[in-house]
């Protein structure tokens, strides 16, 4: 048998034992989806608070952006979006934008009770809590998005900047 064959068969073998673990494992993700709340209705709005921007003194509760915000001495990270940074933007327009996404967050989380939903990771590299946030079961991330304010988070940064 010639090398190119002896490797193709190989490449072939590999793909068929994999292709039911293609199959089982969506579906298996469903009952553990179901059973750790992912596949379930959003959560019940039982969190409020007043949050202030945050500034140079501890952070207990308040808003450091647009998607990053402390509350009861815990930093969360809204985990389905990503908005412009101000802290080392790369362009002024991303500044600005930057800027009024943390307003606008701040005004949403203040606007009433809310609840939290955990997603398939619970912290990012960072430490900071991951959550979806949600008020009478409507994504507030969504809503920034659907502002401009916030891009949908795709597993990397997308660029603010013309």
């Given at each position: 048998m010639s090398f190119k064959s002896e490797k193709q068969r190989r490449a072939r073998t590999a793909r068929r034992s994999w292709s039911p673990w293609l199959v089982a494992l969506p579906v298996a993700?469903?009952?553990?989806?179901?059973?750790?709340g992912w596949a379930t209705m959003p959560p019940n709005d039982d969190i409020e608070?007043?949050?202030p921007i945050c500034g140079i003194s501890a952070r207990i509760t308040c808003v450091v952006d647009g998607?990053?915000?402390?509350?009861?001495?815990?930093?969360?990270?809204?985990?389905?979006?990503?908005?412009?940074?101000?802290?080392?933007?790369?362009?002024?327009?991303?500044k600005a934008l930057g800027e009024q996404?943390?307003?606008?967050l701040q005004s949403l989380l203040n606007a009433g009770p809310f609840g939290?939903?955990?997603?398939?990771?619970?912290e990012d590299k960072y430490g900071r809590k991951l959550r979806d946030?949600?008020?009478s079961g409507q994504s507030l991330g969504a809503q920034l998005v659907d502002e401009g304010l916030a891009h949908?988070?795709?597993g990397f940064k997308q660029s603010w900047c013309g």
């Open positions: 993700a469903i009952p553990l989806g179901i059973a750790y608070a007043s949050f998607d990053t915000f402390w509350l009861d001495g815990v930093k969360y990270r809204i985990a389905d979006i990503d908005t412009p940074e101000i802290s080392e933007p790369r362009c002024a327009e991303e996404a943390k307003i606008r939290f939903k955990a997603g398939f990771r619970d946030v949600y008020r949908r988070w795709l």
